[in-house]
């Protein structure tokens, strides 16, 4: 005897999709931090006020490899900035950089997103965000 099963009429039928690889480098910390220190805070007199602004990045790669150039996005204070880190990072150690944000006439913390895009390692691999 055959059966054979029909599934209703507007049922869908997915197949899942390959998941792309995931990044070889992870982010630990993100944060975007802006101050503005008035003429009275900063002790200067007679000079404008004094934006002091960090982008602050940490992240681990968990590749077998060491990378030496992690390439990523970092989003705060609604502007987008691309960051390309080069040196040899080993792996399993935390790397924390503090960098200059772009300037953005934001003088309040934002939250920071990062994302990373590209990693090239020791052993001449690399590996690309939607690759596999």
Known sequence: MVRSVIAPLGAVLLAAAPAAAPAPVGIVACAYTSTLLTNAESGLVR??????????????????????????????????????????????????????????????DAPATCKVDAVTFADGSSWRSGSE
Do not use: K
Not at 73 to 96: H, K, N, P
């Open 47 to 108: 000079t404008p006020p004094l934006t002091i602004s960090n982008l602050h990045l940490a992240f681990v790669d968990h590749a077998p490899s060491a990378a030496t150039d992690v390439r990523l996005t970092a989003r705060y204070a609604r502007v987008s900035q691309t960051l390309d880190l080069r040196g040899r990072f080993s792996t399993g150690v935390e790397i924390e950089r503090n960098l200059a944000p772009l300037e953005t006439g934001t003088y309040v």
